[in-house]
């Protein structure tokens, strides 16, 4: 089946610093991904739609000078998290959409979980 | 744009009896309604979805059901097991293929 890869697992980082997930597509191209966050307890709630080529659209709320989103290619996007701060702290998670036939749904990633200290 | 509700946030029932968690949502252009088990830490899984045009569909213990004029579906998992405990998600979406509006989450406990 499709599979994202979602790299890092855990990270944890200083406060001011900037750290970069990627979330890359193993079998199929992604033109579309959809990154989430999700406190703790929480549900998911997404900040982002990442399209290959153009622009990402953000969600209301969402800094997008703070959380700077690339689709590069069809088979990598990434979320880079500018100046973190301990409020974004969080699970962030990527998923993308089904494309083409045979595919059985959406695809996740596995989430990169986000310590600022 | 689309809103959804999930209840209960949280429900403990005795090995091998029923769960049932219900959603309602509120734009009635979504057609596409998947539910995911998420464990502590890990991504979401898919376990069963349901399109508009279908009014219930059956995998082994899970079930879904869909209400279009009321605006509302229910997962109902039957026969429940200590491995079935985790939080559940409902989400809606408009179209498959866009992204979904997910619930906020019932977590479920299988007492054994």
């Known amino acids: 089946g499709a599979v994202v890869s979602q790299h890092p697992s855990w990270v944890i980082c200083k406060s001011g610093t900037s750290v970069k997930i990627e979330c890359r597509s193993l079998?199929?191209?992604?033109?579309?991904m959809f990154w989430y966050r999700q406190f703790p307890k929480q549900s998911l709630m997404l900040m982002a739609t990442?399209?290959?080529?153009?622009?990402?659209?953000?969600e209301q709320g969402v800094e997008k000078d703070k959380f700077l989103i690339n689709h590069a290619s069809l088979t990598l996007s990434t979320l880079t998290v500018t100046s973190a701060h301990p409020e974004d702290s969080s699970f962030y998670i990527c998923?993308?959409?089904?494309f083409g036939q045979g595919r059985d749904g959406y695809t996740f990633g596995s989430g990169t979980r986000l310590t600022v200290v | 744009g689309e809103n959804v509700e999930q209840h209960p946030s949280t429900l403990s029932v005795q090995e091998g009896d029923s769960a049932v968690i219900k959603c309602t949502y509120s734009d009635s252009a979504s057609n596409y309604f998947p539910w995911y088990k998420q464990e502590l830490g890990k991504r979401p899984q898919l376990i069963i979805d349901i399109r508009s045009n279908v009014g219930e569909k059956k995998d082994q213990r899970i079930a879904v059901t869909l209400n279009k004029t009321a605006k509302h579906f229910s997962l109902h998992i039957t026969e429940t097991q200590p491995e079935d405990s985790a939080v559940y998600f409902c989400?809606?979406?408009?179209?498959?293929?866009?992204?979904?509006?997910f619930g906020p989450g019932t977590r479920l406990s299988v007492l054994p």
């Open positions: 998923s993308a959409p089904p």
């Open positions: 990442s399209n290959e080529g153009s622009k990402a659209t953000y």
């Open positions: 079998d199929f191209q992604a033109t579309t």
């Open positions: 989400a809606a979406s408009i179209n498959y293929g866009q992204n979904f509006v």
